[in-house]
């Protein structure tokens, strides 16, 4: 390690306000496509795409042009909403185009905590109600609201109370849905759970035998108690899943939806959006939620850059064979099971004390995978949907490899 490596690592330490107590402190100084660089010059394939923000890899040049190309004529121009910006124009439309047409009002912040702060009082407001449900295990972000409904006690250590009238139900528990009543102002639900280590919605079959999801059974309990439906997709947007909007695979539409992660293409930039009825409650009376920053116009320039790559090179179309390709290799006796859609997959280890063996020892081969903040034996797999079927190969070909050395492995 160079003297300079040293002195900021002991600076970092010093100096930055830590949280995490397994932090790789990797010496990042450059990404490029699917890899990133640290000091020394060693290079890591990143399965992680920075936790589902990079889903068109490191340092895209229609990003970075974008965002060159927004600095040469403003950098901010006043708080939200008063003053037209044109980049955010431009990217509310694109978006929007992609949804179904109830869903045709965005509002730009910017982060997913945030997002999740004006859907909880967009919700509230819109429906006259004040209960909140969502799940157990669920990560919301860290602000207070969104802290209040994600579904973990180690995060809220000590600093309650929190927000009131929350509950929290169980994930994939249809028994559960009937404490959503005429009370409850808004439902919120990740479609895919990312901090729990990913789990899917299951499938039900019904008294007619057809068979329903879980993000469909709560659609139709949230229409008949007159729920307002919300998906955080921070994680699972911006095609994760293989699709542009996780929810697309499971035929429910939500009346809030909430974007963050990927949408900024690495620049800080999250949405909530809705029905432009529901989001009028802003107005009345105004200034619902205010943000200096959000929506920012080099954030949203670099959305849009994102947005058009992902179409432009039809990325979504490739996802599900490059799962395949995870799936077929991924297979050893160390592995309990591969949960996930599209390339937001969790792979499941038997030995939860092998987790972070196995996470370093990727590293030192050159290859990112990362936890989960709620899963003990869950190790994330979150390529780049840029990633190439050959890059696919060698960081699963790393992973057997370290597979292999989990002690006991015979
Ligand atoms: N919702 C979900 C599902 C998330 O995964 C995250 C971030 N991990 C958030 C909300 C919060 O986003 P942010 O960190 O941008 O506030």
Same mark, same amino acid.
């Given at each position: 390690?160079?003297?300079?490596?040293?002195?900021?690592?002991?600076?970092?330490?010093?100096?930055?306000?830590?949280?995490?107590?397994?932090?790789?402190?990797?010496?990042?100084?450059?990404?490029?496509?699917?890899?990133?660089?640290?000091?020394?010059?060693?290079?890591?394939?990143?399965?992680?795409?920075?936790?589902? &923000?990079?889903?068109?890899?490191?340092?895209?040049?229609?990003?970075?042009?974008?965002?060159?190309?927004?600095?040469?004529?403003?950098?901010?121009?006043? &708080?939200?909403?008063?003053?037209?910006?044109?980049?955010?124009?431009?990217?509310?439309?694109?978006?929007?185009?992609?949804?179904?047409?109830?869903?045709?009002?965005?509002?730009?912040?910017?982060?997913?905590?945030?997002?999740?702060?004006?859907?909880?009082?967009?919700?509230?407001?819109?429906?006259?109600?004040?209960?909140?449900?969502?799940?157990?295990?669920?990560?919301?972000?860290?602000?207070?609201?969104?802290?209040?409904?994600?579904?973990?006690?180690?995060?809220?250590?000590?600093?309650?109370?929190?927000?009131?009238?929350?509950?929290?139900?169980?994930?994939?528990?249809?028994?559960?849905?009937?404490?959503?009543?005429?009370?409850?102002?808004?439902?919120?639900?990740?479609?895919?759970?990312?901090?729990?280590?990913?789990?899917?919605?299951?499938?039900?079959?019904?008294?007619?035998?057809?068979?329903?999801?879980?993000?469909?059974?709560?659609?139709?309990?949230?229409?008949?108690?007159?729920?307002?439906?919300?998906?955080?997709?921070?994680?699972?947007?911006?095609?994760?899943?293989?699709?542009?909007?996780?929810?697309?695979?499971?035929?429910?539409?939500?009346?809030?939806?909430?974007?963050?992660?990927?949408?900024?293409?690495?620049?800080?930039?999250?949405?909530?959006?809705?029905?432009?009825?529901?989001?009028?409650?802003?107005?009345?009376?105004?200034?619902?939620?205010?943000?200096?920053?959000?929506?920012?116009?080099?954030?949203?320039?670099?959305?849009?850059?994102?947005?058009?790559?992902?179409?432009?090179?039809?990325?979504?179309?490739?996802?599900?064979?490059?799962?395949?390709?995870?799936?077929?290799?991924?297979?050893?006796?160390?592995?309990?099971?591969?949960?996930?859609?599209?390339?937001?997959?969790?792979?499941?280890?038997?030995?939860?004390?092998?987790?972070?063996?196995?996470?370093?020892?990727?590293?030192?081969?050159?290859?990112?995978?990362?936890?989960?903040?709620?899963?003990?034996?869950?190790?994330?797999?979150?390529?780049?949907?840029? &990633?190439?079927?050959?890059?696919?190969?060698?960081?699963?070909?790393?992973?057997?490899?370290?597979?292999?050395?989990?002690?006991?492995?015979?």
């Amino acid at each position: 390690m160079s003297d300079k490596s040293r002195k900021l690592k002991s600076d970092f330490l010093k100096y930055i306000g830590q949280t995490s107590v397994n932090a790789p402190l990797l010496d990042m100084v450059k990404g490029s496509g699917s890899f990133i660089y640290d000091r020394s010059g060693k290079r890591y394939l990143d399965f992680t795409s920075g936790i589902a &923000v990079n889903n068109i890899g490191h340092g895209n040049n229609k990003v970075i042009t974008a965002i060159k190309k927004q600095t040469g004529k403003y950098l901010h121009a006043n &708080v939200y909403g008063e003053f037209i910006v044109e980049p955010q124009v431009i990217l509310a439309r694109h978006i929007t185009s992609l949804l179904p047409s109830q869903l045709n009002c965005v509002y730009f912040v910017n982060s997913g905590s945030e997002a999740i702060e004006g859907a909880i009082k967009l919700a509230r407001r819109a429906t006259g109600r004040k209960e909140i449900i969502s799940f157990r295990n669920s990560y919301h972000g860290s602000t207070f609201g969104a802290l209040s409904i994600s579904g973990n006690d180690m995060l809220k250590t000590g600093m309650g109370p929190l927000a009131g009238n929350i509950r929290h139900i169980r994930f994939n528990c249809p028994a559960d849905l009937i404490k959503i009543t005429e009370k409850t102002a808004a439902l919120f639900v990740e479609p895919v759970q990312g901090e729990a280590g990913v789990v899917v919605p299951d499938e039900y079959t019904g008294s007619n035998l057809r068979k329903k999801n879980f993000l469909q059974l709560l659609r139709e309990r949230c229409n008949d108690t007159g729920a307002l439906l919300v998906f955080d997709e921070a994680q699972t947007g911006i095609g994760r899943t293989g699709r542009m909007f996780a929810f697309e695979h499971y035929g429910a539409v939500p009346d809030i939806l909430c974007l963050a992660k990927a949408v900024g293409g690495g620049m800080p930039l999250a949405a909530f959006i809705a029905g432009r009825k529901i989001m009028k409650c802003l107005s009345d009376p105004p200034f619902g939620h205010i943000t200096t920053f959000g929506g920012n116009p080099l954030s949203c320039a670099a959305g849009s850059a994102v947005l058009n790559t992902i179409m432009d090179k039809k990325l979504l179309a490739g996802i599900a064979r490059k799962e395949k390709i995870i799936r077929r290799i991924l297979v050893h006796p160390q592995i309990r099971r591969i949960r996930g859609v599209g390339l937001m997959l969790a792979l499941v280890l038997k030995k939860p004390a092998a987790l972070h063996f196995f996470i370093r020892k990727c590293r030192e081969e050159g290859l990112i995978t990362d936890y989960f903040l709620f899963s003990e034996n869950a190790v994330r797999i979150y390529p780049p949907l840029t &990633v190439t079927d050959s890059e696919i190969i060698s960081g699963s070909k790393i992973i057997m490899k370290v597979l292999d050395k989990i002690e006991g492995n015979n």
